[in-house]
T-cell receptor
Framework: DAGITQSPRHKVTETGTPVTLRCHQT?????MYWYRQDPGHGLRLIHY???????DKGEVSDGYSVSRSKTEDFLLTLESATSSQTSVYFC??????????????FGQGTRLTVV | AQKVTQAQTEISVVEKEDVTLDCVYE???????LFWYKQPPSGELVFLIR??????QNEISGRYSWNFQKSTSSFNFTITASQVVDSAVYFC???????????FGTGTRLKVLA
């Protein structure tokens, strides 16, 4: 199994509080991603990173920020949590084989509930 | 803009039946990569197969096979002789050659009944 660890695995927080989710990898993969999964929507990309300090927005980035200060860690911050951010969050990593995209590997997920 | 469609929301089959899951990827890219993932009830996402748009051959691996028709942007995944353990949500997730973002379909829930 790919070495990806998400923490925490479960969190309940109050509306308006900041929350940080951590993704840690031991594979030295260049690309890292944060997705959220909600019923009826599949997985939607929040932010991704293509290298240390290189990040970009995905399709549902409003209300989220990320940071990647070293290869192995990718942090997702909910600046002021809202109930609409209650979701399951997945981190993923991927690499390239030459010019070809390889498969992404996913962490176990973090279930976040905003009350 | 790219668009991925999994029109089948839920499929139910009886064990040992064959089942085909459909995925349509609309893109202007001429080179792209298609991935299938399985999400069992336990919730983890498991990589199943990868397919390149420039690979013309259809393939079989154990009980899994896939049929790619570039003309219709259709990438179908077949499970032969389904088993109860195949019950899961299946996602297709394409990515273009110039990008490393995986776009997920909304998934197809497969229920295999004993």
């Amino acid at each position: 199994d790919a070495g990806i660890t998400q923490s925490p695995r479960h969190k309940v927080t109050e509306t308006g509080t900041p929350v940080t989710l951590r993704c840690h990898q031991t594979e030295n993969h260049r690309y890292m991603y944060w997705y959220r999964q909600d019923p009826g929507h599949g997985l939607r990309l929040i932010h991704y990173s293509y290298g240390v300090k290189d990040t970009d927005k995905g399709e549902v980035s409003d209300g989220y920020s990320v940071s990647r200060s070293k290869t192995e860690d990718f942090l997702l911050t909910l600046e002021s949590a809202t109930s609409s951010q209650t979701s399951v969050y997945f981190c993923a990593i991927s690499a390239r084989q030459g010019a070809e995209n390889t498969e992404a590997f996913f962490g176990q997920g973090t279930r976040l509930t905003v009350v | 803009a790219q668009k991925v469609t999994q029109a089948q929301t839920e499929i139910s089959v009886v064990e040992k039946e064959d089942v085909t899951l459909d995925c349509v990827y609309e893109t202007r890219d001429t080179t792209y990569y298609l991935f299938w993932y399985k999400q069992p009830p336990s919730g983890e996402l498991v990589f199943l197969i990868r397919r390149n748009s420039f690979d013309e051959q259809n393939e079989i691996s154990g009980r899994y096979s896939w049929n790619f028709q570039k003309s219709t942007s259709s990438f179908n995944f077949t499970i032969t002789a389904s088993q109860v353990v195949d019950s899961a949500v299946y996602f297709c997730a394409p990515t273009g050659s110039g990008t490393y973002k995986y776009i997920f379909g909304t998934g197809t829930r497969l229920k295999v009944l004993a």
